[in-house]
């Protein structure tokens, strides 16, 4: 008989919480805990997608087979384990041998289509043997291949779901599935108008969760990491850090959108368009607890937590000529706007600019932003200086444009740092600044210390 679950939970796990066959075990607990919970999206297991980056980046035979070679390890770790492994093993045999063929291809002629091919195969493998475990326990669970929903545009490597048609997607093929079982699919992969396989860039799953959340109306989207929720900063940084409770969307976009790990930049648009409330936990701990993202929060902090990204470009233009700054400006914007230039956050002078260039989104995680053609572009109208290997670190609160001492509380923490760009104003509740990434972590332990210890 056909159940109707207007009030379902999405649950999203991690790499961590499906590494092998023990955290699999532990985040099928999980689910079987809550009846509610009826759509499961997985990461590929811990390791698996770094492997498959690097295949999909060409390498010689011999590299080629040690990487197949610990794939399959690590996928027979967990078939060991199963009551039944040959139930599923033939269909994982087929995926690696695909593995290797696809990474045979990207030796000779790699491109961006078939790096997101080989690169989907991560999570494929997660969810089919995800689906072996639940149902050895007694669930009636469907896998689900989550390219028949989650339609997206062809920019490969870091592709841009179509909403509309997401939506449309998963009241045709998801729905049904939920109401008859547990189903299991696959986070950060989708497909193109054309059907080729596409990725939604590093840490899409979560993404993937959001947007099937917001598609199908759940009640609550569950983050299941390997943290027991959000904290005022890296717990790997600071000892001290300390666990937010309960924050607001806004809080947490932020937070995310400038390096905090714990969810991906993009999780929770869908999440805010349908008031969706998302909780991130421990699947290693579910008694931790963890934290609650909702609309708002009760009096909500002058400082909430502090941000940090690595693998930030620093890129300063000066004028060659003398003309007013408002041409120059147009001059340099309408060549970044000709290469799809992304500028994450600039500053500016009479005859000069400085923009800071984020390249930590794409599945790669290189940085294909500063390419020969716009460095030429830019070259014939101004002086171009270049800074790699620094990092951003953003203090996150909220109205902070309307406290006082905001300047002092901060920049008496990085007194000892050497700032290269500072930002603030443009949003009412963050400050940035760029420093050498050898000393980012210096200065959130300081920042740290002052603001919330």
Excluded at 117 to 137: A, I, N, P
Excluded at 192 to 208: C, K, N, P, Q, V
Aim: net charge negative; proline share 3%.
């Amino acid at each position: 008989m056909t159940r109707i679950y207007p009030q379902f939970v999405v649950a999203k796990f991690g790499g961590t919480s499906v590494a092998d066959f023990d955290a699999m075990n532990r985040s099928a607990t999980i689910v079987l805990a809550d009846d509610h919970v009826r759509l499961v999206v997985l990461s590929a297991s811990a390791g698996v997608t770094n492997l498959l980056v690097e295949l999909s980046e060409g390498l010689e035979s011999c590299d080629r087979m040690d990487k197949i070679d610990t794939l399959r390890t690590i996928q027979y770790n967990i078939i060991s384990r199963l009551q039944r492994p040959s139930v599923i093993s033939k269909e994982i045999d087929h995926l690696l041998e695909n593995i290797a063929h696809l990474a045979e291809i990207a030796y000779s002629t790699p491109c961006s289509s078939l790096s997101d091919e080989l690169v989907s195969h991560g999570e494929l493998m997660s969810s089919l043997l995800f689906t072996e475990v639940l149902r050895e326990r007694g669930a009636e669970a469907q896998w689900f291949d989550a390219r028949k929903v989650i339609r997206t545009n062809s920019d490969y490597g870091c592709a841009e779901p179509i909403v509309s048609q997401v939506a449309e997607q998963a009241e045709i093929h998801l729905r049904p599935r939920i109401e008859q079982a547990i189903a299991i699919t696959q986070g950060f992969i989708g497909s193109d108008d054309a059907g080729h396989t596409t990725t939604l860039g590093r840490g899409g799953s979560d993404y993937t969760a959001s947007l099937l959340g917001e598609a199908l109306q759940a009640a609550r989207v569950d983050i299941w990491t390997d943290v027991a929720g959000i904290y005022t900063t890296d717990p790997r940084i600071v000892n001290q850090a300390q666990r937010i409770d309960h924050i607001s969307f806004s809080e947490a976009s932020d937070m995310a959108a400038f390096g905090a790990k714990v969810l991906h930049p993009a999780t929770l648009l869908p999440a805010m368009r349908k008031n969706i409330p998302v909780f991130v936990g421990s699947s290693k701990n579910t008694a931790a607890g963890g934290t609650l993202v909702r609309r708002e929060t009760e009096n909500p902090p002058r400082y909430r937590a502090i941000a940090v990204r690595r693998k930030q470009t620093l890129l300063r233009l000066h004028s060659l000529h003398e003309q007013p700054a408002y041409a120059f400006f147009a001059e340099m914007f309408a060549i970044l706007a000709n290469h799809e230039v992304a500028v994450d956050l600039l500053t500016t002078s009479e005859n000069s600019v400085a923009l800071a260039l984020d390249s930590t989104g794409s599945t790669s995680g290189e940085d294909h932003t500063l390419t020969t053609s716009l460095l030429t572009a830019l070259s014939s109208h101004c002086r171009v200086e270049i800074e790699t290997g620094l990092a951003l670190v953003t203090l996150i609160g909220n109205q902070l444009h309307q406290e006082t001492g905001v300047c002092r509380d901060a920049f008496s923490g990085l007194a000892d740092h050497a700032v290269r760009m500072i930002c603030h104003g443009a949003s009412d509740n963050h400050l940035s600044v760029l420093l050498p990434g050898e000393s980012a972590d210096s200065a959130v332990i300081e920042l740290h210390r002052r603001l919330f210890e």
